[in-house]
């Protein structure tokens, strides 16, 4: 085992085929972020400090519903992807792929209720 060469230790332990992949994910929900999370909040600033019907009137509206809707969806996507990753860095075994579903039902789960909170104030 002494007499191993760099590259002969290095064999076997490439890559695990999708990290390119998962980078250019996380880099689209950030360039995607980086626009909806001002146009979020220069459409929630119209709705700050109204009254309960003056924020169910301006969510009523399309742009705004639609502007909250994509910047959860894509915030919750964003922080799928990046716990995902932590968890695959630190924690390993069995206990790994059940955070990793804990994680991803848990984000796609607030999301959902975030839409339908969405939803159930634009309709």
């Avoid at 230790?9 to 995607?32: D, I, L, N, Q, Y």
């Avoid at 979020?40 to 924020?55: C, D, K, N, Q, R």
């Amino acid at each position: 085992m002494a007499f191993l060469t760099d590259r002969k230790r290095a064999v076997g332990w490439g890559a695990a085929k999708s990290g390119t992949e998962h980078h250019w994910a996380m880099k689209k929900s950030s360039v995607a972020l980086l626009f909806l999370v001002p146009f979020f909040i220069f459409t929630f600033g119209g709705a700050l400090g109204g009254t309960y019907e003056e924020v169910l009137a301006y969510y009523s509206r399309p742009f705004p519903a639609i502007v909250a809707g994509l910047t959860l969806l894509v915030g919750f996507h964003h922080f799928n992807m990046g716990v995902q990753v932590l968890i695959e860095d630190y924690v390993h075994g069995a206990m790994e792929k059940i955070l990793i579903l804990l994680m991803t039902c848990l984000s796609y789960g607030a999301a959902a209720v975030g839409l339908f909170a969405i939803a159930r104030i634009a309709l």
